[in-house]
């Protein structure tokens, strides 16, 4: 266990698979007590239990977080059981269906609003109260989508514009009470969305996503959890309202610029987390 987060106590929503698996097992080792937080369907407490395991401090928290009394249930238990909260990481999310508008369904869209929207909402509302009390942060997914908008993936990037636009305004209103509030913005990442296998995209997508990365691959959870790591440490004492691109490279790019990636470039780095649910997670409609 490291130390860039001793002392802190953190919250990390759809903590039990994919980027979020990796944040919180990189909290945990670098000091934070962290709350796993989530669906219930999701590993969460499998997430939990292999923390535990490594020395790390933590508890899990299964619930639908897009309600108002399950946020402020979550905070609670927090503080109760950890003594306060520092850090709120908004990373739950959907991405149900890959369509064109016309033909996109209206279930899916709620759903996104629901998971997407509304917890980020009412997890955010929930934890300034406390933030205030030990000058904290949050940080919230975002997403390349949210900032460019892409084809086939537009009320995805609606609710991720949302936050981006969300999470500037808190940045600003909040300074006041010495509250941080930053963006990480994933690009293409190695986990159930972008396989056609485990998520709604089809395989022509998923070469093409590849493609279009200046760096000819997809990321990597470990790779995004890092820079959460920077946002929520103190060592981001400075940063405020900003968007950190973790994307390859593909929210700048045109055409299939990654073909022409590095060799080097293209590998994936060999990262330090035993990362067991990054395929896990619903990505279709739970009724």
Same mark, same amino acid.
């Given at each position: 266990?490291?130390? @860039?987060?001793?002392?802190?106590?953190?919250?990390?929503? +759809?903590?039990?698979?994919?980027?979020?698996?990796?944040?919180?097992?990189?909290?945990?080792?670098?000091?934070?007590?962290?709350?796993?937080?989530?669906?219930?369907?999701?590993?969460?407490?499998?997430?939990?239990?292999?923390?535990?395991?490594?020395?790390?401090?933590?508890?899990?928290?299964?619930?639908?977080? %897009?309600?108002?009394?399950?946020?402020?249930?979550?905070?609670?238990?927090?503080?109760?059981?950890?003594?306060?909260?520092?850090?709120?990481?908004?990373?739950?999310?959907?991405?149900?269906?890959?369509?064109?508008?016309?033909?996109?369904?209206?279930?899916?869209?709620?759903?996104?609003?629901?998971?997407?929207?509304?917890?980020?909402?009412?997890?955010?509302?929930?934890?300034?109260?406390?933030?205030?009390?030990?000058?904290?942060?949050?940080?919230?997914?975002?997403?390349?989508?949210?900032?460019?908008?892409?084809?086939?993936?537009?009320?995805? /990037?609606?609710?991720? /514009?949302?936050?981006? %636009?969300?999470?500037?305004?808190?940045?600003?209103?909040?300074? *006041?009470? /010495?509250?941080?509030?930053?963006?990480?913005?994933?690009?293409?990442?190695?986990?159930?969305?972008?396989?056609?296998?485990?998520?709604?995209?089809?395989?022509?997508?998923?070469?093409?996503?590849? *493609?279009?990365?200046?760096?000819? !691959? @997809?990321?990597?959870?470990?790779?995004?959890?890092?820079?959460? $790591?920077?946002?929520?440490?103190?060592?981001?004492?400075?940063?405020?309202?900003?968007?950190?691109?973790?994307?390859? +490279?593909?929210? $700048?790019?045109?055409?299939?610029? +990654?073909?022409?990636?590095? %060799?080097?470039?293209?590998?994936?780095?060999?990262?330090? $987390?035993?990362?067991?649910?990054?395929?896990?997670?619903?990505? %279709?409609? !739970?009724?």
């Amino acid at each position: 266990m490291a130390d @860039r987060l001793k002392g802190k106590v953190a919250i990390v929503t +759809g903590g039990g698979s994919g980027i979020g698996e990796a944040i919180c097992k990189k909290f945990a080792r670098e000091g934070a007590s962290v709350v796993v937080a989530g669906f219930p369907e999701d590993p969460v407490e499998d997430v939990a239990k292999e923390i535990e395991k490594e020395g790390g401090k933590v508890l899990s928290f299964t619930a639908d977080l %897009s309600t108002e009394d399950n946020a402020k249930r979550c905070v609670e238990t927090a503080v109760s059981q950890f003594g306060k909260l520092d850090i709120l990481i908004n990373n739950a999310g959907v991405f149900p269906e890959v369509n064109l508008l016309q033909d996109y369904s209206e279930e899916a869209f709620d759903y996104m609003i629901k998971n997407n929207v509304n917890t980020a909402f009412v997890m955010s509302k929930a934890a300034l109260p406390e933030l205030h009390k030990t000058k904290g942060n949050i940080v919230s997914a975002g997403s390349e989508a949210g900032v460019i908008g892409i084809a086939q993936n537009t009320p995805y /990037g609606g609710t991720k /514009g949302f936050i981006h %636009s969300f999470m500037r305004g808190l940045a600003v209103e909040q300074a *006041q009470f /010495g509250v941080r509030c930053n963006i990480v913005g994933p690009g293409p990442i190695d986990t159930a969305w972008t396989h056609d296998s485990t998520g709604p995209m089809d395989s022509k997508m998923v070469k093409t996503m590849k *493609q279009a990365t200046p760096m000819g !691959r @997809r990321g990597t959870p470990e790779e995004v959890a890092n820079v959460y $790591l920077f946002l929520a440490s103190d060592e981001a004492s400075y940063v405020t309202g900003a968007t950190y691109m973790v994307d390859g +490279g593909i929210t $700048l790019a045109k055409g299939p610029v +990654g073909e022409e990636a590095d %060799s080097d470039m293209k590998k994936e780095p060999k990262g330090e $987390l035993e990362l067991e649910h990054s395929k896990d997670g619903h990505t %279709s409609i !739970r009724k």
